[in-house]
Structures are given as structure tokens and as C-alpha cells.
């Protein structure tokens, strides 16, 4: 490692994505961001702030509010040799632009048979936390994990806001970038020199032998508290952190459970039909016989997301009820 | 009206704007074989590549009926017998750097830019010669080689992928011009007016073909527009429109040519409605008991856009009647020659089912 890259600077969730995004500006003159408030606002998470006096208003590309529209003109500006980032604000407004992206953007080099890709990337906030309520809280990164001809991925750390946006952008194909809006203030060191990411493996946060606890995105934060706490009740957790949600990266989810032979899923979506379904769907499938106990899920509670910061709480996953959940695998 | 009507506005070029003859119970004058202007700069040579082109998207759709009946080609199959003059007319305006996007009924458009009629035949029997390997049908087919990007589906979202083309050209500064073509049916879609509003915003150079063929699959325009002429549907956003005679080969060549141009020169989008008509059901599958047999009639013996055109060679003694059997002919054997290939090119290997959903996996 060089100097310069072990030079550390403490910055935040939504320093490194912005890192990301002038990086990939500064490299390559096909890309370009577009989005609603990108610009002039400079976010609305305060992302792009600063990117617009620096790159112009070409490339940093204010839109009017039209998801679908917007998304779609990604999608083909992609097909025709550019780079393009589009933000859609988050989760919720996504919806608007679902055909899009499920209709097109995974489909497209498949039904031309392989004459087109669709090199895109779509950015995204996602999950609850702020007293939005229910039209503004939601966690449906699972939904886009179930189409094929997409990578989804969801960076929890800092290292990776940084460093997966450039991995995404090399990507031939269309790549959904989920970034919960509860980490954009959360800070912590990153090297100089940091950059590209794999975009493709699953990482150990914590490493221990009696439970895994399998996370991702805003739930890394709890399920890393969860395992500090049960360190001291004598339950050695190992906290998995997806980080890409399509494909999933199953052998380290099987080694990790083949290990504790114990599994519990902290999924900020609901349990219904949810990611953390089909992970535990996959370790029955995979490593079935190395189990001790029943896979043991921690999700959201199925109700729309109440405005009342109690209530909100009440119905996300949250660090005593990881701690719960272990202790009841591990027995 | 007249205050916003983009015909108003003075930098909108005025001359073609009243040559719409629509088509149907609505068209009135029987007269649209006799436009005189545009046929003085169509030299006859031109007028018999017109007649050739049409020919054979009526023949190969013919021939494409004969055989989903057959069932040699399964799925939805939507055929373009009846709009041949609108592909026709607007790619005779077009040059090399240009581009096309259209929607699921999209065969005429592929062999009107000049894609294989025998690849497009062997992708509608599901063959590996076919131009998606087989896996996209009828509805999903592209060419990069051709510039023509499918091909889609879903009705409206065509509209905002052409749009980014059209980002793309700018941005890359070339002097290239999308078009985007749609439906009646797929006006009335909310992405449309998205992709109306930033196109004319951002100035992209992309003309809006929609394609009034009176029917979205059962359900006639006026049964389902507030207002009918679609042509006036970016007003409000300043897009100049034209309404077009799209049963006129002519007609449809000279508003492509003043909507190549306008958009050429960076003054942004422009909205062509093509008044035409479709001979057959939406899909095959389509009975078309919506629509009068009359109705159906007469646009045939009144209107058809090949007999149009077979009329003016003859009556302008442009070309005689051998001339045009050899047409015929050579039409024939291309469609012959097209349907065996497409039966006899070999089906896709199983192991195809996992390529081509991401680059690499």
C-alpha cells in the first residue's frame, strides 16, 4: 500500500458517495448524472452538492419530476454509448419507473440477443427512520433482487459508497445502487487512496462462532451492535453483510451458516416474500444438515410505516429483538 | 387556440401542415391520390423504390399471416398490412447517423430501413439466424449494424428510450436524429408527456411518428382521446405538430423531410400524427368485430397506400406494367426465399435460455 492511500481522512456515508460520483465523472466523459434536485439543490441528501459548479449543467442534469421518463431516457441514452447515472430520490418514487427498469432495463440485451446492454446506473435512498410515514419509508430493494438482467447492490459501509459506484459503472449491464437514507450521516475513516470495490462478494463484519447474523444496508449498524451485546452474554455472533442482494453471493452465506450451524436474517423489508426469505430459502436448500436450530428471521413489522417515532421503531427491526433472535437459535 | 397552437409560431416551418386526408369514414375527399406538391421532387425512380419497399412489407406480412396460421409462428404477431407508407415515407428522409425505436408492431419498420427479411422471418418462427437469436419474437427485435433499437413491448415505453437516444446524439453532438415511433393507443400514456416535456427542455433532436391507425387493439380514438387531433398533443410543451395523409407515400416523405430538418438544425422535437389504418386485427388473434367490414373496405379500394402510388407510375407513365410484374416478382422470390430460411435456420440450442441476461454471469 502507498502513502498516499494509508493517509486517512474521517468522512461520512454521504462524503463517499459523493467521492464515487466525481470519481466516475473526472474518469470518464460518457457519464453524466441526472436526477431531480441533482443540481442547482445539490441533492436531496446532499450527494451532489458542489458536482454541478464543477462539471456543468450537461452532466449534472436537473430533471423535472418524471421518474419513468427520466429512467427511461437513462436506459436509452445508455443503449446509445453513454454512461449514465440516474438518481431517482429514493425507494418510494422508483415505484413510478418500475416499467422501466423491469421492462426494459433487464430485458433489453436479452431480447436482442445480446445486441444491446443497458450500462446504467440507477442510485437510490431506501428505508425508514426519519418520521416520512408510509409513502416515504419504504425497504423494496427485494423487489428489484428478484429480476433477472439486474445487479442490485447495497453498500453499508464507507469503503463501500466509495468504492462501488466505479465497479457499477464498468459494469456492461444495469446495476441498482440502494443507499439508506439512515447512513448518509454516519462517518468513520477512509484511505486516501481508496476506490473500486468488488461488486460481487459478500463480506465478514464480525467474525464468530455461534450465530450468523446475515444483513445488509441500514441493518449492518444494528446487527454489529446486536453482536457486541451478545460478546458480552458469552454468543460469539459473525455478522454477514451482503452487500450485493442480486446475485447473491451464496457461498459465503452457506460457509458462514456451515460454521455456527445457526442463522438469523435482519432484513429492514417485510417478511413476506422479502430477501430474507429466499436467503433462508437457500440455506434450507444448501446446507440444510449443518443446521442446529431453525433459521430465525428479524424483519419489519407487516403494517405501512407509521409517523410516530415510537411506532416507526416499534416497526423496524431493531437491535434487542437481533439479540433476541440469536439467543433463541443458539438455545 | 391560435395563440398556442405551435402551427402559429413563426419558427415553425408552415407548408406542410394541411395534407392530412384521414383515412376511414372521416376522409371525405377522394383526392389524396392527386397531392400534387410533393411529387414534383419525386423522381420516379424514387417513386418505384417506394412502390418496391411497400410491396414487400405487404407481401412478407401476408406471407407472416399464412404462416402463424400454419403455426409456424406462435405468440402475439402484430401486422403492419394497410400502414406501409408511414415507415416507407419517413426512412426515405433518413441518413446513416439517424436511428429508429418503435413498438411491438414492427415488422414493416425493419424492412423498410433495410434489416433481412429472411432474419426477420427466421426470428418470427423463434430460429437462431433471426436478429435476437430467436428469443425475441415479433415483438423484440433489434439491429445495431442498422441502428434500430427494437422492438418493445409495453405501450408508451418506447417513447422515453428514444428520447435518450436522442440525449445521447446531443450530448455526443452528431447530427443524428432519432425517431420514435408509437401508437394512438400509446398517446394517451403518461411516459409520452414526460418524455414530450424534457425533449423539448433539453432541445433533443427526436420526431414523435404516432402512428393513428384509429384503433389501440378494440378501442377507437375517439372512444378513448379527450381530443383526437394528435398531432396538437405537444402544444402544450410548444412541440410542433403536423398531421399527415400517412396513406400518401409523398405526403409522409415531404413532413419527413421538413421534421429531419427541423430537428437536424437543433431546434428540438417535432410531432408527426400519421393518419393510417390497419387492414388487419391488432394481433392475429384479433377478429376486428369493433370496426364495420365497410369501413375496412373502403379504405382498401380508396386509399391503399400501394395502389396510390402503383396508380401515379401508370397514370405519369413513370413506369408500365412490366416494370411493376418485375417488382412483383422479385418481391415474391424475396419473400419465398425469406420464409424457407426462416424454417429451415436451426432452433436455438437449450443452453441459450442463460446467455444474453447479463454480459457475463
Known amino acids: 500500500m502507498s502513502a498516499a492511500a494509508e493517509m486517512v481522512a474521517e468522512v461520512t456515508y454521504r462524503d463517499a458517495c459523493r467521492m464515487a460520483l466525481r470519481d466516475a465523472l473526472v474518469r470518464d466523459t460518457r457519464v453524466f448524472l441526472m436526477g431531480e434536485d441533482v443540481g442547482h439543490y445539490g441533492g436531496c441528501y446532499a450527494v451532489s452538492k458542489g458536482l454541478l459548479e464543477e462539471f456543468g449543467p450537461e452532466r449534472i442534469r436537473d430533471t423535472p419530476l418524471s421518474e419513468s421518463g427520466f429512467t427511461g431516457i437513462g436506459i436509452g441514452a445508455a443503449m446509445n454509448g453513454m454512461r449514465p447515472i440516474v438518481e431517482i430520490m429514493t425507494v418510494n418514487f422508483a415505484l413510478l419507473a418500475l ?81 439508506h437514507v439512515m447512513l448518509y450521516n454516519s462517518g468513520g475513516p477512509l484511505a486516501a487512496g481508496a476506490g473500486a470495490v468488488p461488486i460481487d462478494k459478500a463480506a465478514i463484519r464480525r467474525a464468530g462462532q455461534n450465530v450468523s447474523l446475515i444483513t445488509y444496508g441500514g441493518s449492518l449498524p444494528k446487527a454489529l451492535k446486536a453482536a457486541e451485546e451478545l460478546a458480552g452474554q458469552g454468543i460469539e455472533a459473525e455478522v454477514v453483510d451482503l452487500r450485493t442482494l442480486r446475485p447473491l453471493d451464496d457461498e459465503t452465506i452457506c460457509a458462514s451458516v456451515a460454521k455456527t450451524r445457526r442463522a438469523v436474517i435482519v432484513d429492514e423489508g417485510w417478511c413476506s416474500g422479502s430477501l430474507a426469505a429466499e436467503i433462508s430459502a437457500r440455506i434450507m436448500e444448501k446446507v440444510f444438515w449443518s443446521l442446529d436450530a431453525p433459521v430465525a428471521r428479524v424483519c419489519s413489522a407487516e403494517v405501512p410505516i407509521p409517523y410516530p417515532e415510537h411506532l416507526e421503531q416499534a416497526a423496524l427491526p431493531q437491535v434487542p429483538a437481533i439479540v433476541a433472535a440469536a439467543k433463541g437459535v443458539v438455545g | 387556440m391560435a395563440k398556442s397552437a405551435p402551427r402559429a409560431k413563426s419558427t415553425t416551418p408552415p407548408k406542410t401542415k394541411s395534407q392530412a386526408k384521414p383515412p376511414g369514414k372521416a376522409l371525405k375527399s377522394k383526392t389524396a391520390a392527386k397531392v400534387p406538391a410533393p411529387t414534383a421532387v419525386a423522381t420516379s425512380d424514387r417513386i418505384l423504390r417506394y412502390y418496391r419497399d411497400m410491396l414487400l412489407i405487404r407481401r412478407f406480412e401476408e406471407r407472416v399471416g399464412q404462416m402463424y396460421g400454419m403455426g409456424l409462428i406462435g405468440g ?129 433532436p427526436i420526431i414523435y411518428v404516432i402512428e393513428n391507425n384509429q384503433y389501440a387493439m378494440g378501442t377507437s380514438v375517439k372512444r378513448a382521446s379527450a381530443t383526437v387531433d394528435l398531432y396538437r398533443r405537444g402544444e402544450s410543451f410548444a412541440i410542433p405538430g403536423r398531421q399527415v395523409d400517412g396513406m400518401d407515400v409523398l405526403a409522409v416523405r415531404a413532413a419527413a423531410d421538413e421534421a429531419v430538418e427541423w430537428c437536424r438544425s437543433g431546434k428540438g422535437p417535432m410531432i408527426l400524427e400519421m393518419k393510417t389504418y390497419r387492414y388487419r386485427g391488432h394481433s392475429m388473434s384479433d377478429p376486428a368485430k369493433y370496426r364495420s367490414r365497410e369501413e375496412v373496405n373502403k379504405v382498401r379500394t380508396e386509399h391503399d397506400p400501394i395502389d396510390q402510388v402503383r396508380n401515379r407510375l401508370l397514370e405519369g407513365k413513370l413506369a408500365d406494367e412490366a416494370r411493376l410484374k418485375a417488382i412483383d416478382n422479385e418481391i415474391r422470390e424475396i419473400v419465398i426465399a425469406a420464409a424457407e430460411f426462416a424454417q429451415e435456420s436451426p432452433e436455438p440450442d437449450v443452453a441459450e435460455l442463460w446467455t444474453d441476461v447479463l454480459e457475463a454471469i
Open chain 1, 99 to 179: 416499467d422501466q427498469i423491469v421492462n426494459n432495463a433487464a430485458t433489453i440485451r436479452h431480447m436482442s440477443g445480446g445486441q444491446f446492454g443497458v450500462p446504467l446506473v440507477i442510485r437510490m435512498a431506501t428505508g425508514a427512520g426519519r418520521q416520512l410515514a408510509a409513502q416515504h419509508s419504504h425497504s423494496l430493494e427485494g423487489w428489484f433482487a428478484h429480476v433477472p438482467g439486474l445487479k442490485v447492490l447495497a453498500p453499508a459501509t464507507i469503503e463501500d459508497a466509495r468504492g462501488m459506484l466505479w465497479t457499477a459503472i464498468e459494469d456492461p449491464d444495469p446495476v441498482l445502487i440502494f443507499e
Open chain 2, 76 to 204: 402475439f404477431c402484430h401486422l403492419y398490412i394497410g400502414q406501409e407508407a408511414v415507415v416507407v415515407g419517413l426512412q426515405a428522409a433518413l441518413g446513416p447517423e439517424d436511428q429508429v425505436i418503435t413498438g411491438y408492431r414492427d415488422h414493416g419498420h425493419m424492412l423498410a430501413i433495410g434489416m433481412e427479411p429472411k432474419r426477420v422471418m427466421a426470428e418470427l418462427t423463434g430460429r437462431r439466424d433471426g436478429y435476437s437469436k430467436g428469443k425475441g419474437g415479433s415483438m423484440h427485435m433489434f439491429s445495431r449494424a442498422e441502428r434500430f433499437f427494437g422492438g418493445h413491448g409495453i405501450v408508451g415505453a418506447p417513447v422515453p428510450l428514444g428520447t435518450g437516444l436522442a440525449f445521447a446524439q446531443r450530448y455526443q453532438a452528431g447530427r443524428g436524429v432519432t425517431v420514435c415511433y408509437f401508437g394512438d393507443g400509446a398517446s394517451n400514456q403518461g411516459q409520452v408527456y414526460e418524455s414530450f416535456n424534457m425533449a423539448e427542455l433539453w432541445k433533443l
